[in-house]
């Protein structure tokens, strides 16, 4: 396929995978004791007993390389931005274009959230607050994926929520090697009606977005519009949609506050290593996605139109 000739010309192949992961560890240590102390601070705090020594060590287990290499592409893409910009969305369609997974760690928090383990209703109200889940919580979340992935073969993929803080920047940089950061960007006007917007059928589960997003380029008009039709959902689906509990205009708003203060430091770890690409998104999927596969030096695949 004409897309994985172009991306290993353009992006670095693995390297050996890190081994010594102690003098990392004393560093992000503090920085998460830290992080977790301010979140108890403002709000609901997690207390699982998972140390954040043994999650890290559990996650160099689960990412060292794969006995049988699956048919997918062996590289790794991280995609950053704030809640509701759309990452799952995009990292979605990159996945099925490249034939490597894609793993939301806010898909692996749902579906602990869902679960009657003995962490999901503190984890629910932690989540419900807009609070950020801790370092060690989500390392561990990670790390089983990863090691259910390796057990069938997957040799890379895409990540999407992860990392959201230096600590877990440096903890998957110490396991890793991370080809390419894309950060996802858009107007905080958009993104709070796509948040407000956004509906889950209750039989399928299915995402739509019954918001119509028409933003007006400035205060004079001059600069571009932003239109973003709504992405409504067939008739079986109407009757069964349900909102998210944490897709309130307050919830909503506490999360892209914490979501800057935590993430953006994030991104300057990766600017300073060369590996992060900035994209902007001009509206919705049909003027994004072209877009956003040119940036990727992905346009010459022919079935990337229809992805």
Request: glycine share 8%; net charge neutral.
């Amino acid at each position: 396929m004409a897309v994985s000739h172009r991306l290993f010309r353009l992006f670095s192949p693995l390297t050996a995978e890190k081994n010594n992961l102690s003098s990392l560890l004393i560093r992000s240590l503090s920085s998460s004791s830290s992080s977790s102390s301010s979140s108890s601070s403002h709000g609901p705090s997690l207390d699982p007993e998972i140390d954040i020594k043994e999650a890290a060590a559990e996650l160099e287990k689960s990412s060292s390389p794969s006995p049988t290499p699956s048919k997918g592409r062996n590289f790794h893409w991280v995609f950053l931005g704030c809640p509701g910009v759309g990452k799952g969305t995009y990292a979605s369609r990159l996945s099925t274009l490249l034939g490597v997974p894609h793993i939301a760690t806010g898909d692996l928090v749902r579906e602990e959230l869902s679960s009657s383990g003995l962490l999901s209703s503190q984890l629910k109200e932690l989540v419900n607050h807009g609070k950020l889940v801790p370092d060690e919580f989500i390392i561990s979340l990670l790390s089983k994926r990863l090691e259910a992935g390796k057990k069938k073969g997957e040799s890379g993929y895409i990540l999407d929520g992860f990392p959201r803080t230096v600590t877990q920047a440096e903890i998957l940089e110490g396991v890793i090697n991370v080809d390419l950061v894309i950060n996802l960007k858009l107007k905080e006007e958009a993104l709070v009606a796509k948040c407000l917007g956004r509906r889950i059928c209750s039989e399928c589960g299915a995402n739509y977005n019954v918001a119509c997003i028409d933003i007006k380029g400035g205060d004079d008009d001059s600069g571009p519009r932003m239109y973003m039709p709504p992405l409504l959902p067939p008739p079986n689906c109407e009757s069964k949609l349900i909102t998210r509990a944490d897709d309130t205009e307050e919830v909503v708003k506490e999360r892209l506050r914490v979501y800057h203060k935590m993430t953006q430091p994030v991104e300057e770890f990766y600017r300073k290593r060369g590996k992060l690409l900035e994209f902007e998104l001009p509206g919705g999927i049909p003027q994004s996605w072209p877009k956003l596969l040119r940036a990727l030096h992905l346009e010459d695949d022919k079935q990337s139109a229809i992805a």
